[in-house]
């Protein structure tokens, strides 16, 4: 009912940066928080940040000055600007979404992630 689509991965330097990018589509009535996170090589997924529908964020405390998340509510759309890239970083980025379908489901859904890869 709900599909998920990361976008802006890819393979940069240390000290890079990436803009990722997840559109929500499907029977949506409406999305409360959206994130992301991550999970890298032999590690357990862990929360990068998150938005709340009227703009309020949180952050990881590895990615606090380095790392923005924004939101396009009319787009069903949300960012993750990366800046000063670490090789620490590498990892598999997910999109989440809590959403309403038009059935008046509440769910958290995901994406199926995006790889960032930062070469040092």
Do not use: H
């Amino acid at each position: 009912q709900v599909q998920l689509v990361e976008s802006g991965g890819g393979l940069v330097q240390d000290g890079g940066s990436l803009r990722l990018s997840c559109v929500a589509s499907g029977s949506i009535l409406s999305i409360s928080t959206m994130g992301w996170s991550r999970q890298g090589p032999g590690k357990e997924r862990e929360l990068v940040a998150s938005i709340t529908s009227v703009g309020s964020t949180n952050y990881a405390d590895f990615v606090k000055g380095r790392f923005t998340i924004s939101r396009d509510n009319a787009k069903n759309t949300v960012y993750l600007q990366m800046n000063s890239l670490k090789p620490e970083d590498t990892a598999v980025y997910y999109c989440n979404a809590v959403a309403i379908t038009t059935g008046f489901y509440r769910n958290t859904y995901w994406g199926q992630g995006t790889q960032v890869t930062v070469s040092s």
